[in-house]
């Protein structure tokens, strides 16, 4: 699966990009429509688990399958408003659960298991609506080629601060390391020197492990 809309790359007070701006847009419209759906079967006073339905909007509904939109609207404006991210997840689910409704529906047509009074119009518009979110959910993230301008294609502000694990590679780094362990071991268990508690207090300081043993190995260091 290839999605190669155009996309604008994110400033830092311009507009978000484009990808995400389909994403919000798309899920917000679907619950509109959904959400509509919903609340005209409230408003037409449907048997809640009536098997027949009354049209509404061309399409076959009861009481219970306007909660049912009316909650899944509710999830995708929510899932909007969060984050596109949220938003293109949310749509991806949905969507899956929008096709595995119209199949599960399409085999109890006519029959007293049809709870949420389907008929062939609402297992095609499940059907249309399902692949419609599942397209806009992947749109510029699901690829084997993402497109270089999609946020989907670069790593996450919050991941870009990672750094690579130091693993130690020195006699005196292998000592530290065995000396690190058995001091957060003696903290945890309350029998920790003063010296062990003021170097683990230090090491807390820092992220990374090889950042702790250089700060672990400082105080080793002859003072200067």
């Known amino acids: 699966m290839q999605l190669h809309l155009p996309t604008r790359a994110r400033t830092a007070d311009g507009p978000e990009p484009r990808v995400f701006t389909v994403q ?3 899920a917000l419209a679907v619950a509109a429509v ?8 409230f408003a037409g006073g449907l048997d809640f688990f009536s098997t027949d339905g009354e049209p509404i909007l061309g399409l076959s509904s009861n009481g ?24 293109s997840t949310v749509m991806i689910v949905v969507g899956v659960l929008f096709l595995v409704s119209a199949l599960a529906n399409l085999a109890v047509l006519r029959t007293s298991f049809n ?4 008929e062939i119009e609402n297992v095609v518009f499940s059907v249309v609506a399902g692949l419609f979110l599942l397209l806009l959910g992947a749109y510029g993230r699901v690829s084997g080629n993402l497109p270089p ?20 590679s020195t006699p005196a780094e292998f000592a ?44 080793d260091a002859p003072a200067s």
């Open 64 to 87: 219970l399958l306007s909660t049912v939109s009316v909650l899944t609207a509710a999830v995708l404006v929510i899932a909007a408003l969060r984050s596109p991210r949220v938003a």
């Open 34 to 41: 959904i959400l509509l759906f919903g609340v005209l079967g």
């Open 115 to 118: 709870v949420l009074a389907f």
């Open 149 to 168: 301008d999609s946020p989907y294609a670069r790593p996450r502000a919050d991941d870009v601060d990672d750094e690579p694990e130091s693993f130690p």
């Open 24 to 26: 919000r847009i798309g």
């Open 176 to 219: 530290a390391e065995r000396a690190m362990r058995d001091a957060e071991i003696a903290v945890v268990n309350h029998v920790a020197t003063a010296g062990q508690r003021r170097r683990v207090a230090a090491m807390a300081e820092v992220r990374s492990r090889g950042d702790r043993r250089r700060v672990w190995m400082e105080f």
